[in-house]
């Protein structure tokens, strides 16, 4: 079994290179995974690569080659 780490808003909004009221929004209306510990809310490693690999456009390149 993997083991979960939760990471708090400061830090999801840094990982995700977005500011705390764009994590808001991404969390309460984008569907980006949380979970909630009382009135706190944290965000799994784990979960947070998973959603940013869903939202991840693979187009093709004019010259034929895929971009990340």
């Not at 994590?23 to 998973?50: I, N, Q, W």
Request: net charge positive; proline share 4%; glycine share 8%.
């Amino acid at each position: 079994m993997t083991e979960q780490v939760l990471i708090k808003s400061k830090e999801a909004a840094r990982l995700l290179a977005v500011c705390p009221r764009t994590l808001h929004s991404l969390t309460h209306g984008g569907g980006l995974p949380f979970v909630r510990m009382g009135r706190c809310l944290r965000y799994d490693m784990v979960e947070l690569a998973k959603w940013i690999e869903a939202k991840t456009r693979r187009e093709a390149l004019p010259n034929g080659q895929e971009s990340n």
